[in-house]
């Protein structure tokens, strides 16, 4: 909305902006802001609330209303129309408030002689920061332009609030950035850490949100706004050939271009703000609108966003933080693909992400790398400057920033816990790993980078049970070349030494999307097109990547593993797909390996029941353990509410394992388990008591599962499981720690 030249809420910035190079202290800032609003508005009440915590906001100054009530009156997110306005990130404008649905009398403020209301948020990029209210006796609607200039004074209150303008007494006037805060997420990647906060995309600091200058002002958001376009037009000429990339650039280019975009940044330049202020309450109103939005338009705002935050780093010169990284760096982040991941490289102690999810491309290679991470840490990225002191409970999917002695002191103690364990894992990582009772269990583990590789010889692993290719296509912005594949496939054999290394081919959709690929609209798509699906829907990727994995060994030994095999015709299907390139390659009279093993991945409880030829058709089945055990359940492994519902140890899941393990043993087909759960101690004590004698894991699981498998008689914890078993228990977990505790 078009401001005038010289209008009210340019007038009320003037005053606003002296006033805080006035006042000295935080509260009496505020106290002079109160008076300066109601003055100004002619209103007879203007009141501020700051959120005390994130679900309860805090009177924390006012003009008109009782002063004893100031830091007295509290109210949660919701409550009242102050609660409502920071819950819907709305303004209520009504000339009868308490008539109004959701009014809540405060009998301590004497509020019940003012009829009309507005109140609107003191918001900052997503981040609610409080409410800002006027109040009249008088029933009566207040103007647009006066909700106009509210909004404009919201605005530069957040600001100040954000540069700690407003410290004082009070909790709600604590020093922001400077309390311990607790975040409780996702655990994505157990372990621990403590270290010091390496933001990826540091926030832009508008240290002056207010200019008397409008003209000098339109022609800065002029210039950057031009510079923004030629951007987006190189982007668009690099993307061209490809048309999803030309796509997606489209629809970013559309933004950049956008006159209302533009229109009402100028407006809230005329009404007194600096560039960069305006595009920054255009970006925190295009969240609020969004917030609830569906997935299209939430994928939109994260173009808005994305072009906003270029335009503030144009007009402030700030940037992303292009130092070196910090000894001890956890990075935090909002979210993060994995190609940015992997350019920090295993410098990173942690990572804690805003989003992401337990299968994201970020935790894949988080877990390869064996550092913790947690997801959906709520807020992290507001709350946090690099530099910050941080701890990482990726086993709790816990973040402490800024912890206090006490609490670093016991995060200290599970530290050191952790570093002896670690000793004693080190002084068995060469033994064999039998039983107590005799039986030899195979330990794997997975791999996904070039990187991993070493961990070979570090963590005691006897070879590489999975190696996940699908992480060479996530990488990259285009198809990799035949050659490269090869190339990679071949330095990984040579790097095993000699130890086996299990190739499954590409497994993407569901949560692995590739960049250079059209995403598929599914409504479930962890069961939709995905994996083995897509290649043998897509026969030239697989056909090129299975000459690549030929190619690679060098008439070497090869294993190759299809992923998520539903049916037996899938797996006849893709074992065909594999002779015929055999035959290929023979006629071009390249090696063949020495020795070929095909196997799958038993992820479906389906293949449970499989006719008999797959198990004999099969040269080895592994156990998809994560997919296996979500789609027996029906428990979605990406939905928090009943990812944890189910246990692993369930009676019938068990059950389900021990079929299986009997199915292979008919056949005399090698079946081992592959997935997060082989890697913890006592679900893989109870796989190897169900008959499972190979497990591949993470490699920093190596030493703590086989420390519990050497200690442990397994023909006890099968007498152990099946007691429980037959006296009804849905789980063995209690029972079989009872056992681990007597011993």
């Known amino acids: 909305m078009p401001a005038p030249k010289d209008s009210e809420s340019r007038k009320l910035l003037r005053r606003l902006q002296a006033v805080m190079a006035e006042a000295a202290e935080g509260q009496e800032r505020l106290n002079r802001i109160v008076d300066l609003v109601a003055i100004s508005m002619g209103t007879e009440v203007c009141s501020i609330y700051l959120h005390r915590d994130e679900s309860v906001l805090e009177l924390c100054a006012t003009y008109g209303l009782n002063a004893e009530a ?15 306005v920071a819950k819907y990130r709305r303004a209520v404008n009504t000339p009868d408030a308490p008539s109004t649905k959701g009014f809540r009398y ?24 409080g409410v800002l209210v006027v109040q009249s006796k008088d029933a009566r609607v207040y103007s647009d332009d006066e909700v106009y200039a509210l909004e404009v004074v919201a605005m530069v209150l957040a600001e100040m609030t954000e540069l700690g303008a407003f410290v004082g007494e009070g909790e709600a006037l604590k020093p922001r950035h400077k309390q311990q805060v607790m975040v409780r997420g996702v655990t994505g990647q157990e372990g621990s850490a403590e270290g010091i906060v390496h933001l ?66 100028e407006a809230d330049i005329d009404a007194g703000l600096t560039a960069e202020a305006a595009v920054e309450k255009e970006q925190t109103a295009a969240r609020a609108r969004m917030s609830g939005a569906d997935p299209y338009l939430r994928d939109r705002l994260a173009d808005l966003d994305d072009l906003s935050n270029r335009l503030l780093r144009m007009l402030t010169g700030q940037g992303r933080d292009s130092s070196e990284l910090p000894d001890g760096a ?3 982040a909002r979210n993060i693909g994995p190609g940015e991941l992997l350019e920090y490289g295993r410098r990173l102690r942690g990572v804690v992400l805003e989003d992401g999810a337990v299968g994201s491309h970020a935790a894949i290679v988080a877990r390869a790398w064996a550092i913790p991470l947690v997801l959906q840490a709520q807020g992290i990225t507001s709350e946090a400057l690099s530099g910050d002191p941080i701890l990482v409970d990726g086993d709790q999917g816990i973040v402490h920033l800024r912890p206090d002695d006490a609490v670093r002191a016991a995060f200290s103690d599970k530290l050191a816990m952790q570093a002896e364990a670690q000793t004693r894992y080190a002084s068995i990582r060469d033994r064999a790993c039998f039983s107590a009772d005799g039986h030899r269990i195979e330990l794997m583990m997975n791999a996904g980078l070039m990187a991993d590789l070493p961990s070979l010889l570090s963590s005691g692993a006897e070879g590489v049970g999975l190696f996940r290719t699908e992480l060479q296509f996530l990488t990259r912005n285009k198809v990799p070349r035949r ?10 054999t040579k790097a095993a030494q000699g130890k086996p290394v299990t190739f499954r081919t590409l497994d993407i959709g569901s949560d692995k999307v590739l960049p250079y690929m059209k995403a598929q609209e599914e409504p479930n798509p962890a069961m939709g097109w995905r994996a083995i699906r897509v290649g043998l829907d897509k026969k030239g990727v697989m056909r090129m990547q299975l000459q690549a994995l030929l190619r690679a060994v060098n008439g070497a ?55 008999r030829k797959f198990f004999e058709e099969a040269d080895f089945i592994s156990i998809g353990g994560n997919d296996l055990k979500q789609f027996f359940f029906a428990a979605d492994r990406e939905n928090e509410r009943v990812r944890r519902r189910y246990d692993t140890l369930n009676v019938s899941f068990l059950s389900l394992i021990e079929q299986i393990v009997a199915r292979c043993a008919e056949t005399g087909t090698p079946v081992s388990f592959c997935g997060e759960d082989a890697g913890r101690p006592v679900e893989a004590l109870c796989f190897a008591a169900m008959g499972l004698r190979s497990l591949s894991m993470r490699p920093a699981s190596i030493g703590p599962v ?11 914890v099968r007498d152990v499981i099946a007691t429980a078993r037959d006296s009804g228990e849905q789980s063995v977990r209690p029972a079989v720690m009872e056992y681990l505790r007597t011993r």
């Open 200 to 265: 990826h995309d540091p926030r832009v600091v508008i240290t002056n949100p207010v200019s008397d200058d409008p003209d000098h002002e339109r022609t800065r958001l002029t210039t950057a706004i031009d510079a923004l376009r030629v951007s987006v037009d190189q982007m668009l000429s690099a993307a061209s050939g490809d048309s999803e990339q030309t796509e997606v650039i489209e629809a970013f280019r559309m933004f950049a271009y956008s006159r209302s975009w533009l229109r009402r940044m």
């Open 706 to 716: 086989k420390h519990i498998l050497l200690r442990s008689n397994l023909s006890e």
């Open 557 to 611: 030994p090869l294993r190759i593993m299809f992923p998520f095999i539903a049916q037996l015709e899938e797996f006849l299907a893709a074992r065909g797909h594999l002779l015929r390139e055999i035959h290929r390659e023979t006629s071009l009279g390249h090696p063949l390996p020495s020795k070929l093993e095909v196997g799958a991945m038993l992820e479906t409880p389906s293949m449970a029941f499989a006719p």
């Open 106 to 129: 405060m009998p301590e403020t004497g509020e019940e002689v003012f009829s009309s209301f507005l109140g609107v948020p003191v918001q900052r990029l997503g981040e609610r920061l």
């Open 70 to 84: 100031v830091h007295v009156t509290r109210m949660r997110m919701g409550e009242g129309l102050v609660g409502h």
């Open 483 to 492: 050659g490269e594949l090869a190339s990679l496939y071949a330095r990984v």
């Open 330 to 332: 956890v990075l935090v």
